[in-house]
T-cell receptor, first 114, second 113 residues
């Protein structure tokens, strides 16, 4: 069975500081990995995804994540955060079989302080 | 505008009173799914549908029903709600049935007293 573990439930940082949100997964088959972001009182939006190819993937708002197969990790990073990055972030892995199910981690709340 | 629309957004009800949360998407997506979000547990899949008249259980289907009579709609039915179904519910859809971006509705916060 596949699973996702987000190692931090809350990450407080000051504005303009770097941040890393950690995600580890377990799977016995090839995986596809995703990061979704949930702003307050909104649904989830795709931030970035790894399907194949380059192990470093980037989003349009400065986040990046690196797929590390040997460490079974897909950590999310940003070199300088803004107040507007305050949100909950979910790591997800595609399920096995052909159902296309996404299995989500527990979520990490990023709190950016001025 | 491409979107997934859920109604109601907020609902307070009492134990045993049947309710339906509607979900509609305007993107002609084949795949639709319902998730519930609970603190510390992330999102867990309730039911999913690969296409019209094709539905299957997710990880936490007990106490829920769904139907997919039209491609755009995927209602979630709670026949006899109980307090442990108090949660934030999300409907999501995706083009095709393989791997790809899930598009989420804005959520329906349900409280069962």
């Amino acid at each position: 069975a596949q699973s996702v573990t987000q190692l931090d439930s809350q990450v407080p940082v000051f504005e303009e500081a770097p941040v890393e949100l950690r995600c580890n997964y377990s799977s016995s088959v090839s995986v596809y990995l995703f990061w979704y972001v949930q702003y307050p009182n909104q649904g989830l939006q795709l931030l970035l995804k790894y399907l194949s190819g380059s192990t470093l993937v980037e989003s349009i708002n400065g986040f990046e994540a690196e797929f590390n197969k040997s460490q079974t990790s897909f950590h999310l990073r940003k070199p300088s955060v803004h107040i507007s990055d305050t949100a909950e972030y979910f790591c997800a892995v595609s399920g096995s079989g052909n159902t296309g199910k996404l299995i989500f981690g527990q979520g990490t709340t990023l709190q950016v302080k001025p | 505008e491409a979107q997934v629309t859920q109604n109601p957004r907020y609902l307070i009800t009492v134990t045993g009173k049947k309710l339906t949360v509607t979900c509609s998407q305007n993107m002609n997506h084949e795949y639709m799914s319902w998730y519930r979000q609970d603190p510390g547990l992330g999102l867990r899949q309730i039911y999913y549908s690969m296409n019209v008249e094709v539905t299957d259980k997710g990880d936490v289907p007990e106490g829920y029903k769904v139907s997919r009579k039209e491609k755009r709609n995927f209602p979630l039915i709670l026949e006899s709600p109980s307090p442990n179904q108090t949660s934030l519910y999300f409907c999501a859809s995706r083009l095709g049935t393989g791997v790809g971006e899930l598009f989420f509705g804005e959520g329906s916060r349900l409280t069962v007293l």
